[in-house]
Nanobody
Framework: EVQLVESGGGLVQPGGSLRLSCAAS????????MSWVRQAPGKGLEWVSS????????DYADSVKGRFTISTDNARNTLFLQMNSLKSEDTAVYYC?????????WGKGTLVTVSS
């Protein structure tokens, strides 16, 4: 059974940093495309970033490029999102997403609130 469990969200001031984690199990993590997707209050889903460990490739939405960094620890089956220079518009629930055998799986999300 595929399981994705996010953690690391919380309240942070503008300009601050947070590191999100996603613990994965039930599939071959190192050969799967992994992504972060967020949903701001009252808005739709927004893709944030993806990583393709098997080809050492990453991709970012323009809104987070240069501020966020996606990475993995394949030995621990864990996905990370380092978020720096946070803005109020980054406030959202952040979801971990895995593409496994052409199916998509989601975690339950972790809330990030950027506010002074």
């Amino acid at each position: 059974e595929v399981q994705l469990v996010e953690s690391g969200g919380g309240l942070v001031q503008p300009g601050g940093s947070l590191r999100l984690s996603c613990a994965a199990s039930g599939f071959t993590f190192s050969s799967s495309a992994m992504s972060w997707v967020r949903q701001a209050p009252g808005k739709g889903l927004e893709w944030v970033s993806s990583i393709y460990s098997y080809i050492s490739n990453t991709d970012y939405a323009d809104s987070v490029k240069g501020r966020f960094t996606i990475s993995t620890d394949n030995a621990r089956n864990t996905l990370f999102l380092q978020m720096n220079s946070l803005k109020s518009e980054d406030t959202a629930v952040y979801y971990c997403n895995a593409e496994v055998s052409k199916r998509y799986y989601w975690g339950k999300g972790t809330l990030v609130t950027v506010s002074s």
